[in-house]
């Protein structure tokens, strides 16, 4: 077992998502015909726009490069920069799950005509957000839903927010002092909401910790449950080396050293002696704050699931609607079913 695998089984076991008495059924999502145990069930999709899920969009998709080359100036591997502005053009399968789930979970709501609310990162030119570059300016397309998601435009259920700043709820306040995301779960009644979307331990956390504290307070009824869906999130790698090279931009390394050191003192594998991660260690790297923010999430009161299963598709399989003996299976899994025509359209 490599470094990357022995490290990320200590962060595990030391700040755990699941916590005593939960079982495998916990962390599963079911959605029945009536909402979630017969309540209501609002989807939010947190800034899945080209600037950070498009490979070659924009100014922050280079933090995504898995590339161990450093700075990315240099880099002749995996992606194609030359210069700040430009993106890796090799895939990130974080992002494309992230992508890929919310196409199929928004295409359930708006097929039952169930409530969508996507934020939609968007900045003015002369309206900074440090520590972070230029990033999903006005007019660039940076700032628009990625080409699969882009069809909720003119989705009658789907509320679409642009947001000038991390956090959703502050970016949901109008001039007049009200609030678009609290009269939208007002407006329809949503007891619960699930929440995916970038990034899983700033746009997306900082949404779900406001949130939790308005429902704490009573500023956001009828609203009860906020339920983060882990495979439908995903975040970035901003190496201290590239950081260095930015202006005023802060490190986001998605690597414990510390835990890395652990893993080759136990066997694992070599961490070379520059400092860059190895292609096998780069899988680790992507998931530490991931795992991080979601497990803060969970520490402010969202719950964390990590699969998402509808009672409809349930029974077209002769499973049971109950949460205790359902069988997760994945979007993936559909579409095969789908093709093969054992579950319905």
């Known amino acids: 077992m490599g470094s990357e695998t022995t ?17 495998g059924a916990a962390s599963t ?4 015909p009536d909402g979630a145990d017969g309540r209501n069930v609002g989807l939010v999709l947190v800034d899945i726009v080209n600037g950070f899920c498009t490979v070659g969009a924009g100014n922050l998709i280079l933090f995504f490069c898995t590339c161990p080359a450093a700075p990315l100036s240099a880099c002749n591997c995996c992606c194609s920069a030359t210069t700040d502005e430009q993106a890796p053009v090799a895939p990130n399968t974080q992002i494309s799950t992230m992508v890929e789930e919310a196409k199929w979970l928004s295409g359930v709501f708006c097929e039952r005509k169930w409530p969508v609310f996507a934020f939609l990162d968007t900045h003015l030119p002369d309206k900074p957000e440090p520590p972070y570059p230029p990033h999903c300016i006005v007019g660039t ?6 080409p699969e998601l882009q069809w909720l435009e003119k989705e009658p ?5 642009r947001k000038g700043c991390i956090d959703g709820i502050i970016g949901s306040i109008k001039e007049d002092g009200s609030n678009i995301f609290m009269d939208w779960v007002k407006a329809n009644e949503i007891k ?4 995916m979307g970038i990034c899983t331990d700033i746009c997306v956390l900082d949404f779900v910790c406001t949130t939790l504290a308005a429902r704490n307070v009573g500023m956001v009824p009828p609203l009860e449950d906020v339920v983060v869906y882990s495979r439908g999130c995903a975040t ?19 690597i414990c050293l510390a835990s890395l050191a652990i893993g080759r003192r136990q066997g694992g594998a070599h961490m070379p002696t520059n400092g860059k991660a190895g292609r096998g260690e780069q899988q680790y790297l992507k998931e530490l704050l991931h795992h991080i923010g979601l497990y803060i999430a969970k520490g402010r009161g969202a719950k964390i699931v990590h699969e998402v299963v ?8 002769g499973l049971s609607h109950r949460l205790e003996s359902v069988v997760v299976i ?4 559909f579409s095969v079913l789908y093709t093969l025509g054992y579950a319905p359209g």
């Not at 994945?330 to 899994?333: A, D, E, R, V, Y």
């Open 7 to 23: 490290a990320m089984g200590l962060v595990r076991w030391e700040i755990p998502l699941e916590t005593a008495g939960e079982e």
């Open 236 to 254: 970035y790698d901003l190496p201290v080396q590239v950081a260095g090279n930015i202006k005023g931009a802060l490190a986001h390394p998605q």
């Open 141 to 146: 397309g940076e700032e628009n839903l990625v």
């Open 157 to 161: 259920s789907v509320t679409l927010r």
């Open 192 to 195: 619960v909401i699930l929440v």
């Open 310 to 317: 509808t009672s409809r598709l349930a029974f077209s399989l």
């Open 29 to 32: 999502f079911v959605l029945g």
């Open 330 to 333: 994945s979007s993936n899994t």
